[in-house]
């Protein structure tokens, strides 16, 4: 390429070169000198993207894979993605390189780093969703298990942001296996640390032998009632659970029997998807009946298909919350309007959508989980 670039059959500008920051250079003043070596290795004085090969930092050293005695990777619990992408902005800041990224394994990042180009233009949405913070001076429980935290990480920024002004009591109660897939260590202390109201319990269920109990997590094992209850959570809190479907359901179960109002809680799921086909593959089939505890007097909704007709209930957020309390096999991913997951067949009626979907869905079709008003309706359910 040098030989190219050199001879004037191709220019710099013609071509896209990318490197990558290797896991063992996270800690910011190690980022610099490893872009400097990557450049120099390729034979170029400026690069068009840099980017973070995986989101995980090794410890920092010369030794690629550094692992230790039983073979396990060492991480670096002493740097967060947040301190290394701003030692990476430094360099576009100077001239360095053009842009920055983190590479990803999954489709979409994928796609964006292999078959898009700087210039392209992107159609995006807005957030969307339910699973937002209230503002109040309410305690805030803060409840989160694995990759889960993501969600509530923001909202602790939130907190601690506003927290000069507020004396908020907040929780974060996090769940992970180990430190080691305890993500977000660094920046979650710093952050309750800010707050002069905050207290942070931290479970692990499979500690390693380095892992210190009092000191790296509180509580050893899952977090299930018991702990809970020894807690002293205060039951009037807002509530926001984020984690994998088994530990939404736990934390729902156990919260309600401490006495926490059901619209306390607020959840999101992150992790596997197994909530896609709820009643639909499941080997247990439940009769659809209709839903315990309502009084709807609103539109009649018909499951055609369950032989079910069914006064809509203002308590449902949506007509996919009606037909889950009705026991109503129904398939659901995002539950915002996105994924099309929820799509089925609108044999006659009208509908609202609130909020509107990202794509409509096929005619004849509606997406079930925004629809929240709607009158006579047949479904092919
Ligand atoms: S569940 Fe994703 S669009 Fe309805």
Known sequence: MQAELASGRIAR?????????????????????????????????????????TPFAFQPGDEQDPRDQDGR??????????????????LVDRGRCRAIGKRETGPSSRYIVDATQAGDMFETSAPRGDFVLRSGLRP????????????????????????AGSPREVWWIHAARNAKEHVFIQESRQLLSTIPESRSIIAYSKPDPTDRHGKDFDIQGHLDLAGLQGLGIPVEADFYICGPTGFLGDMNRFLISLGVPPDGIRQEIFGPASSVEPGVVKAEVRIPHLPLRSSGNGPVISFTRSVLAVPWDNKFK????????????????????????????????????????????????????????????????
């Open 73 to 90: 990777v060492v991480y670096d619990k002493g740097v967060t993605l947040l301190d290394t992408w701003k030692a990476m902005e430094n």
């Open 318 to 381: 949506s007509l996919l919350e009606l037909a889950e309390a009705c026991d109503v096999p129904v398939r659901w991913s995002c539950r915002s309007g996105v994924c099309h997951m929820c799509e089925c067949g609108l044999l006659s009626g009208k509908l609202h959508y609130s909020p509107e979907p990202l794509d409509e869905p096929a005619t004849g079709n509606a997406l079930i989980c925004v629809t929240s008003e709607s009158l006579k309706l047949l479904w092919r359910y």
């Open 13 to 53: 500008e013609g071509i896209f070169i990318t490197t990558k920051l290797w896991n063992t250079n996270h800690r910011p003043e190690r980022v610099e000198p490893a872009f400097e070596a990557s450049l120099k290795r390729i034979g170029l004085d400026y690069l068009d993207l840099y980017l973070i090969h």
């Open 140 to 163: 805030v429980v803060l409840l989160s298990a694995g990759i889960g935290v993501t969600p509530v990480l923001c909202m602790l920024h939130a907190l601690a942001a506003e927290n």
